[in-house]
């Protein structure tokens, strides 16, 4: 695995760090460096940002809420949020609950908005600005839907802004809260937070880079963008220790009772061409990736500018894995390439929002009989 992580570094990240949990024991590996002043070593199951591993916890909130009788997964979004999904072609009645969880709801995508010009200039102008999640779907709603509901995937951020406000409707709670009370406190995982707005993460933890053109210069992005770094769709912070072991207790059926686990893992297919590994399939907050070596796991991953963290479990292992600083050509975690609709996700193992590079290199790190794949994707401007 050391290798591996090494053969990362080699093509231009400088930073990545590896966990792996199996039955017969913990490995982990880490390479490059956690600064590129100071060059000290990426920190030790140090502090990140989740990204989009943010939405397997709000969607394992719905799920629960869902074994509880208290909502549906057929609820369409105008029974939930009246009057909160409409215009340039958008309509809430046609769109369930299950659409927004599984990326079927063809609603646009509103970072674009957000980050209409990927460059440093747009990175530092407005990395302080936070917006409300109503603001957000406003933004979105100013332009037409990708695909009528159920018909099509595409990945799109605003569906879990959306769910994290519909959380917050039939529980009277946030999204935030929820996720404590249900998940973070009950799994003792102390070290996972929901920072909203907050953009310090706690030490130890590696600095994050970005270049936003290639050849450009590393610019340090460790303070993250909040117009797209606040809310239910990618805000969370943790640690590798942490995000492992809730994928394992999800997985093994702690945190949902077996109907709502099967329901959130029937997937759908993610269309080819969409950045994934062909034969990638889309559940309710989780991604199947199949392996070379036959079956596949489960995860979810995450990105922003210059991290991009990936937890998944493939029901003997659990494995984690985050790489710093890429050269990009849009926004890492969110966004596709010169389309203004939704955006096909990233999801373990490559990074949750970023295009990766047609030259993206693929590593193996073995783990007994099979291994995970590892990509290092080039960033170019684009968010997944």
Known sequence: MQRDADALRDTGVT??????????????ARSGVGDLATRRPVAADGYLRLGSTTKTFVATVMMQLVGEKRISLDQTVEQL?????????????TITVRDLLQHTSGLPDYIYDVFP???????????????????????????????????????????YVLVGMIIEKITGRTWEQQVHERILRPLGLQHTDTPGTWPFLPYPHTANYQ?????????DTTIPYRPFDSGADGSMT???????RFFAALASGQLLEPAELAAMQNTVPVPKNSG?????????????????CGGGYLGHGGSGFGYHPGSDNNGQSTHY???????LRGPADRRPPGRRTARPHRSRP?????????????????????????RNSKSRSNHE
Do not use: I
Request: aromatic share 8%; hydrophobic share 35%; proline share 9%.
């Open 15 to 28: 930073g990545v760090a590896v966990r792996l949990e199996t039955p017969r024991g913990t490995v982990t």
């Open 81 to 93: 949020l009246p009057g909160v999904v409409s215009g340039a072609g958008n309509d809430g009645r």
């Open 321 to 327: 894995h985050r790489l710093r600083a890429q050269p």
């Open 238 to 244: 943790g640690t590798a220790r942490d995000l492992n």
């Open 211 to 219: 270049q936003f053109t290639v050849d450009g210069p590393m610019v």
């Open 117 to 159: 010009d990927p460059s440093t200039q747009t990175y530092f102008a407005n990395r302080w600005r936070a917006y409300k999640p109503e603001e957000l779907v406003d933004l979105a709603m100013r332009h037409e839907p990708a695909f009528p509901a159920g018909t099509n995937w595409a990945y799109s951020n605003t569906n």
């Open 350 to 374: 490559l990074p949750h929002h970023l295009k990766p590079s047609s030259e993206a290199q693929a590593v193996r790190a073995k783990s007994g009989d099979c291994g995970f794949l590892f």
């Open 276 to 292: 994934h590994p062909e034969g990638t399939r889309n559940g309710l907050g989780l991604f199947f990736t199949p392996l070379s």
